[in-house]
């Protein structure tokens, strides 16, 4: 069964702002889904969605069997949801912010300490300090304590990550991996590509839009262009230069390396590319061909919707 | 129930743990009721007067020296020139001239009619009011004894014009303003805590994100409602029994009626007062569109609720919209439990349209929460 059911899910702002445009996905139980996308894609507003605190304007949403619109009531008892922005009392104790939500879910801490305990031990030391006297990530731990409490069945994380240093985040996606374990659904959204790959599947969202599902293994494998990377003096004068290329091809900065995807046979091809970068006076460094990652498939994908 | 109990044990520990909010309630009603009253007094007790006397004669003389052995007016001598007078008036160093015509005494003595002018610097209106009765009280007094000691008889329909007799009690002697104004106090306080602190705490929830975090949970809406009413509730009645305390000990006024009843009407309007603090923290976005709200309806409530000007003067118009003023209600319940030990029969109707007000804002507050947005 699935444990989350999107169909055709259209959200317009002020008449004007399409934030969200025939949305439509499936969560399968126990799977951990990722929504990759860059800010403004309209993650959030799916989020809102999708925990009951916003409603579409025309689309129909199945969670775990209930619809979400109708039986809001009683998909909240059966989700959990941790927002973008830390939401618990500031003035309220790290154990007391817990008890008050375990409360609020009909719920007591202890009942479900199993499901939590991984996470509370590390927050523990500091139950009787303010919860807006925290550091970023001890505040986000909490916050997770609190979606968890009540043994929900659907997790929802909204770029829990953001502004989350590296060490935090790969902690993070370790602590995710054990509420899977645990047969919680977990739905997380992240502007992150390179957290993209630990997810079971990912959707791809852009300007309110589904561009893509898929795992992450089989994003990468249907990348369509092949790929190679080189380092250059003057990345800007290469970029411009690049705009006059006369092959089939999708360029763009990556770090202080230049990504380029050619769509063309390389056996004739890559001469061609190397005389023209000479012609234009480019210096470079070796161009190397390499596997893509999930942003290359992201810009990949949205160019070639852009094309459409 | 567990819900409730949990949502009002939060309240009273982020109210104790504010230190501003909680200096605020125990700190503004003193600071209030200390200041207010006693800045707040139409009492004038000082008058400075200043004669022109064309005529010079005995009575004029002895009218003038009747004024020194009042303790309310500060006589700035006499003087001949009119446009002299004017200029003290015009900087504020007298506020009232008597003119005395000339042959004044002459024509008093002859029956003929005459008259003595009073200019008073109508600026603040009650003390003119109050300086011109005053002149008129201290020189009518001597036009009586004048009359008795020179037998000039003269009928009621030969009393001289503007010589007036008449008896202007502007101010009542036994009417202490306090009276008025410290229960006035009361009503702003109870007011300012249901409606004002109310407002703001649930539009800071907003603020924070912590309201979406408990929405998504399944507690009811007036779960919710209900768990954030009941401590500013009692906070409200501990407020107004503090209140009560300091007009007891500070300015020795004693509640005439019924406490409990006091207390029971109380309730009623703190309940108006908080269903209406919700209201407006649903329709604001943050605490400073909730504060201009709150400040908005407070200030029209305070202005027509007969605090500050008596309602028996405002406009038919200005009456009925105080049909819509709760703060009108109560205050005509405090004035008459607390001043004239009114029982509930004469305050029955107050009670009725409070208690209606009552249910029909907080159920507005309940149905303008918004769970979930559009």
């Known amino acids: ?308 | 129930m567990r819900t409730i109990l949990i949502l009002i044990k939060k309240e009273f520990l982020q109210v104790f743990r504010n230190p501003l909010l909680l200096s605020i309630l125990i700190v503004a009603p003193m600071v209030q009721f200390m200041i207010f009253p006693f800045c707040a007094d139409y009492e004038i007790k000082v008058l400075d007067i200043v004669f022109i006397d064309h005529d010079g004669s005995s009575v004029t003389q002895d009218i003038i020296h009747s004024f020194d052995a009042s303790d309310i007016f500060v006589p700035h001598g006499i003087i001949h020139n009119k446009k002299e007078a004017n200029r003290m008036l015009k900087h504020d160093k007298v506020d009232i001239i008597v003119e005395f015509p000339n042959h004044f005494e002459q024509d008093l003595m002859n029956g003929n009619a005459t008259r003595i002018a009073i200019t008073a610097n109508a600026i603040n209106t009650t003390k003119a009011g109050i300086g011109v009765g005053y002149t008129q009280e201290i020189i009518g007094g001597y036009m009586q004894e004048f009359k008795e000691k020179n037998m000039v008889y003269t009928s009621a329909e030969e009393t001289p014009a503007n010589v007036n007799l008449s008896y202007i009690y502007w101010y009542n002697e036994q009417m202490n303003y306090k009276n008025l104004i410290v229960p006035g106090i009361l009503v702003i306080l109870v007011t300012l805590i249901g409606c004002y602190v109310t407002a703001l705490n649930l539009v800071r929830e907003k603020e924070i994100g912590t309201i979406e975090q408990v929405n998504v949970t399944p507690i009811r809406r007036w779960q919710f409602l209900i768990g954030k009413m009941i401590p500013f509730w009692i906070l409200g009645m501990a407020e107004f029994i503090l209140g009560i305390g300091i007009m007891k000990l500070v300015f020795g006024i004693t509640v005439q009626g019924s406490i409990p009843l006091l207390l029971g009407i109380t309730a009623i309007y703190l309940l108006v007062m908080l269903g209406l603090g919700f209201f407006i923290s649903s329709v604001s976005e943050n605490q400073l569109q909730a504060m201009f709200i709150v400040l908005f309806l407070f200030i029209i409530f305070v202005l027509l609720s007969g605090l500050f000007t008596p309602t028996e003067g405002m406009p038919k118009w200005a009456h009925h919209i105080n049909y819509l003023n709760p703060m009108s209600f109560y205050m005509e319940v405090i004035k008459k439990i607390v001043l004239k030990g009114s029982t509930f029969i004469s305050v029955q109707k107050e009670t009725i349209i409070l208690s209606v007000m009552a249910v029909l804002v907080n159920t507005g507050a309940i149905l303008s929460y918004q769970e979930t947005s559009k």
């Open chain 1, 1 to 308: 069964m699935e444990a989350l059911s999107v169909q055709k899910v259209n959200k317009v702002y002020d008449k004007t702002v399409q934030a969200l445009q025939d949305i439509t996905f499936e969560i399968r139980e126990g799977e951990l889904f990722g929504l990759v996308g860059p800010d403004g894609a309209g993650k959030s507003t799916l989020f809102n969605i999708l925990t009951t605190l916003l409603l579409p304007d025309s689309g129909e949403i199945r969670i775990l069997g209930m619809d979400l619109i109708n039986d809001y009531k009683l998909v909240r008892q059966e989700i959990g949801y941790l927002p973008g922005t830390f939401s618990l009392y500031p003035d309220l104790s790290v154990k007391e912010n817990l008890d008050f939500f375990a409360v609020m879910y009909k719920s007591n801490i202890e009942e479900n300490m199993d499901l939590i305990r991984p996470i509370w031990r590390q927050i523990e030391p500091f139950s009787k300090r303010k919860a807006g006297k925290l550091s970023g990530g001890m505040k986000q731990k909490l916050a997770l304590c609190c979606a968890l409490i009540h043994r929900p069945r659907i997790l929802f994380l909204d770029e829990p990550t953001t502004g989350v240093d590296p060490v935090s985040r790969k902690e993070f996606w370790e602590i995710l991996q054990t509420i899977k374990t645990q047969g919680i659904t977990v739905l997380v959204s992240t502007p992150y590509m390179d957290e993209a790959t630990l997810c079971d599947r990912i959707a791809l969202i852009q300007n309110g839009k589904i561009l893509g599902i898929d795992t992450p293994q089989s994003i990468i494998q249907h990348f369509k262009g092949t790929l190679y990377t080189f380092r250059s003096a003057d990345i800007f004068s290469l970029l411009k230069a690049l705009e006059d290329c006369p092959l089939q091809c999708n360029y763009y900065p990556y770090g202080e390396y230049c990504h380029i995807a050619f769509y063309e046979d390389m056996e004739t091809a890559m001469p061609q590319f190397l005389q023209f970068l000479e012609e234009q006076g480019q210096e470079h460094g070796e161009i190397k061909p390499i596997q893509p990652s999930i942003e290359d498939c992201f810009i990949e994908i949205v160019k070639m919707h852009r094309h459409e």
